[in-house]
């Protein structure tokens, strides 16, 4: 298995452009997991999904972050408009029916808005 | 609600020096633990976990017990290694699974 694909690795926009990640999970994981990593607040759960339905957004920190999970093998994230702030490393996570047994992440995107 | 407090970093040992990094946490009911290691520029990855109490999880010679007496987690090892150098992230999921939260994580530096 690939392990969880995310694209892209780097990407650099200007402040107010219109930013999306995407992410491919382990196939048969049923849960994904988005997260954010700054310096300043380490790693926060900004939203999962289980079986492709929202379970959880409280960590969306605005309107501007949406997430969507169409199908099982796909999930994007999208933040419109993009402020410098929002510069951080994304990573993307996913985990089957028996979360004890952990998440896999994939490798992130590191964001950078200027 | 849940939570997991490590210890602050950086951490700077020598080589061979032993290693602990506490954590402690917070849940009610039985809680999954794990070790996840990010080494420079990369993605978490899991080092190691324990699903129920005395549970000892093990990897690359890194050793956690999971010990619900004193809601603990520590990670130890017995000899560091340069290639060791990275932040570990303590991190728990509840007994019914769903999130997993991650402590602040610690760096360690290890210099030969």
């Known amino acids: 298995d690939a392990g969880v694909i995310q694209s892209p690795r780097h990407e650099v926009t200007e402040m107010g452009q219109e930013v999306t990640l995407r992410c491919k999970p382990i196939?048969?994981?049923?849960?994904l997991f988005w997260y954010r990593q700054t310096m300043m607040r380490g790693l926060e759960l900004l939203i999962y999904?289980?079986?492709?339905?929202?379970?959880?957004d409280s960590g969306m920190p605005e309107d501007r972050f949406s997430a969507k999970m169409p199908n099982a093998s796909f999930s994007t994230l999208k933040i419109q408009p993009s402020e410098p702030r929002d510069s951080a490393v994304y990573f993307c996570?996913?985990?089957?029916?028996?979360?004890?047994?952990?998440?896999?992440f994939g490798s992130g995107t590191r964001l950078t808005v200027v | 609600g849940n939570s997991v407090t490590q210890m602050e970093g950086p951490v700077t040992l020598s080589e061979e020096a032993f290693l602990t990094i506490n954590c402690t946490y917070t849940?009610?009911?039985?809680?999954?633990l794990f070790w996840y290691v990010q080494y420079p520029g990369e993605g978490l990855q899991l080092l190691l976990k324990?699903?129920?109490?005395?549970d000892k999880g093990s990897n690359k010679g890194f050793e956690a017990t999971y010990r619900k007496e004193t809601t603990s987690f520590h990670l130890e090892k017995g000899s560091v290694q340069v290639s060791d150098s990275a932040v570990y992230f303590c991190?728990?999921?509840?007994?019914?699974?769903?999130?997993?939260?991650f402590g602040q994580g610690t760096e360690l530096s290890v210099k030969p």
């Open positions: 996570a996913s985990t089957g029916t028996a979360p004890s047994y952990g998440y896999t």
């Open positions: 849940a009610t009911g039985y809680p999954s």
């Open positions: 999904f289980n079986n492709n339905v929202p379970i959880d």
């Open positions: 196939s048969g994981h049923n849960s």
């Open positions: 991190a728990l999921t509840g007994s019914q699974g769903g999130k997993l939260i």
């Open positions: 324990a699903t129920k109490a005395d």
